[in-house]
Every structure is written in structure tokens, then in C-alpha cells.
């Protein structure tokens, strides 16, 4: 058995291309990332607002209150200035403010780019949009609750206007840590490629070197087994490489808690060369589509973990949840799919 590890370990080495997007590629993307946004979160500066009242009425003059209140409880976050909306529209275009809070009974914001500094901007407003409609909903339904609502909210807004982020260890967090997560979750995936390798380099009908293997003394249990565990292996060194690359070289705080961290990647390496080498195994189709299936569905997944766009979780939670439903469910079958791919590849 060691033997045959071994073997199977030089000949996986040699695979050049497999080893380039399963080791190297990621280490180039982490680098990539944290010249981007590594450290976007320490470099956000307060940001100057233009506010521009439109009306006098009440529902203005509760979301000027509002801004009032997070520019005195935050810690320099925004720093609003009341004036004219030609004037507002000049620094804008100039660049000296990021956006214009236009305040009356529908407040509007009007910015010029998508950077950090506006979706802030967006976000506050969208914050107080979602306490207006609560307001509205609670008036309507329980009136009696008013007065005991509007003093909570207050009292929340005036001790802490935002949720302090941090680690399940209670140690602060960078905002922008969810797409090295999400990269890391990808290096994970990315042990299909060598899983569908595998499974079909074992297969008689289509590979001549399976049908090698198959001629040779060593039962095929043997074989599949000596290659899942030699990948999940390699696989699991390539995260090793890319969290030492993370927090020695460039010192991202993962979170302190590396136990755990290493418990989830392995697993994770798991699930991904379970799914390579279940596709690998399925029917007769050729390599290439095969691997396209494969890119389909690590490349599908990286995207629903957050490593294009942050935040997609919550949108999808919020506008389409049936697809985080098909993906917790699709990754609780992975086991139960791969024995049945052995099994097909066993008594083929």
C-alpha cells in the first residue's frame, strides 16, 4: 500500500496543470486580494456628507434627527454639512464629498462612484428605511407598543449605532475577511480536479493506463482507496501552504482560532475530492467535460460562499433562500453520492 502511495504521489506531482490551479493559483489570488482590500478597513477615514433639506416636515425632520444622531454617537464616521443643492451637486462632481442625503418626507441619497465610502452611505440610509417601516408596522398593528418601541430604539442607536464585528473567540475581525475565507473554501473545491483524475484513471473503458491498473494484482478497492486518501492529503497541504501564506506573510488575522480552522479545511478537502471523484466516475463523457462540470460547480459554489461579491448570502437569503437550501442539502448527500460512485466504478 505504501508502495502504491508513493508511486501515485510522483505521478500526481508531475501533473503540472493540476498542481498550478490547486497550489499556486490561490497563493497568486490571496496576493491579489490583499493588495486590493487587505487592509480596506483601517484606511476608512470619516466621510464628508452634503445634507440638503427639501422639506420641513415631520418625517424630514425625523431622518435629519437621524443623521444628527449617528455623526454624535459614532465614532467619526460621517460628518454631514447642511447647504444648497446646487452647491451639494458642485463638490460632489469636485469630489469633496462622497454622496447628498436629500432630507424630506422620502429621503434620497445621490452619490458619484460604488467605492466603500458609499455603500456606508447606502447602508445608512437603507438602516433607516428598515426602522421607518418598523415604526409603520408597529403604529398600525400595536399602537400601545409605540412609546416602549421609540424609547428602545433610541436608547440602541444612542449605545451602539453599529454591530461591532469580531471572531467567535471575541477578537476583532477585518471586514474584507470573508473572501479569504471564501478562498480558502475554494482551494478546497479545487481537490476535484485531481478527484476526477483519479477516479478516471482507474476506469478501463476510457483510460489505457486504467486499464493498466485494472490488468495489475492490486484490487480496485485498494487503488480508489490509496488515491482518495494521497489526494485528500495533498490537498490538505496545499490549505497548510495558503494559511501559513496568510497569516506569516502577510499577517491576515484569521481569527485565532486555527484548531477549528483546520478541522473545517479538512473536511472540506474531503467534500471536494468526494465530488471529483464522483463525477469522474459517472458515465462515459470525456475529460474536458468532465473538468467543465467540476469548474461549474467550485467556481458556482466560490461564488455562493462570497468570493466575487460579498454579501451574496444575504441577498440570496433574502430574495431566493430555496438556493442556500439546495446547497446545504446538496453538501449533507456528498458521502452517500461517492460511495455509490465507487460502488459504480467497483463492479463496472
Not at 438602516?127 to 415604526?135: A, F, T
Not at 479569504?180 to 475554494?186: G, N
Not at 489526494?231 to 506573510?249: E, K, P, T
Request: glycine share 10%; proline share 1%.
Amino acid at each position: 500500500m505504501l508502495q502504491l502511495i508513493k508511486y501515485r504521489f510522483l505521478s500526481m506531482l508531475r501533473d503540472k496543470t493540476t498542481m498550478f490551479w490547486s497550489l499556486v493559483f490561490p497563493l497568486i489570488l490571496c496576493t491579489l486580494f490583499y493588495v486590493t482590500f487587505g487592509n480596506i478597513d483601517n484606511n476608512l477615514e470619516c466621510i464628508d456628507t452634503a445634507v440638503v433639506v427639501r422639506s420641513e416636515s415631520q418625517e424630514a425632520e425625523a431622518f435629519q434627527s437621524f443623521l444628527s444622531m449617528i455623526e454624535e454617537s459614532a465614532d467619526d464616521l460621517i460628518k454631514t454639512k447642511e447647504m444648497t443643492g446646487q452647491k451639494a451637486k458642485d463638490l460632489l462632481e469636485d469630489g469633496k464629498v462622497y454622496g447628498i442625503y436629500y432630507v424630506d418626507d422620502e429621503p434620497e441619497l445621490l452619490v458619484a462612484g460604488t467605492g466603500v465610502e458609499e455603500s456606508v452611505l447606502q447602508s445608512l440610509l437603507e438602516s433607516y428605511q428598515g426602522g421607518q417601516e418598523i415604526v409603520q408596522e408597529v403604529s398600525k398593528e400595536r399602537p400601545e407598543k409605540m412609546p416602549e418601541l421609540v424609547k428602545h430604539m433610541s436608547s440602541s442607536a444612542m449605545q451602539a449605532v453599529y454591530v461591532k464585528e469580531a471572531s467567535l473567540g471575541g477578537r476583532e475581525t477585518d471586514g474584507m475577511i470573508q473572501y479569504f475565507f471564501s478562498l480558502i473554501a475554494m482551494t478546497c473545491m479545487f481537490g476535484c480536479f485531481l478527484g476526477v483524475e483519479a477516479s478516471m484513471k482507474i476506469q478501463a473503458n476510457i483510460y489505457a493506463v486504467g486499464a493498466r491498473r485494472c490488468l495489475g494484482a492490486t484490487s480496485k478497492l485498494k487503488l480508489i482507496f490509496s488515491d482518495f486518501v494521497l489526494i485528500c492529503a495533498i490537498n490538505f497541504v496545499d490549505i497548510l501552504v495558503l494559511l501559513g501564506y496568510m497569516s506569516g506573510i502577510l499577517k491576515i488575522d484569521l481569527g485565532g482560532d486555527i484548531g477549528k480552522i483546520l478541522t473545517i479545511s479538512f473536511m472540506g478537502c474531503i467534500i471536494g475530492v468526494s465530488m471529483g471523484m464522483l463525477v469522474g466516475s459517472v458515465g462515459k463523457w470525456r475529460e474536458g467535460t468532465k473538468i467543465a462540470i467540476m469548474l461549474a460547480i467550485s467556481l458556482g459554489s466560490s461564488f455562493l460562499s462570497g468570493l466575487m461579491l460579498g454579501g451574496i448570502k444575504g441577498l440570496i437569503e433574502a430574495y431566493c433562500p430555496i438556493i442556500n437550501r439546495l446547497v446545504t442539502h446538496f453538501t449533507a448527500l456528498q458521502y452517500t453520492r461517492m460511495h455509490q460512485g465507487i460502488r459504480g466504478i467497483l463492479y463496472q
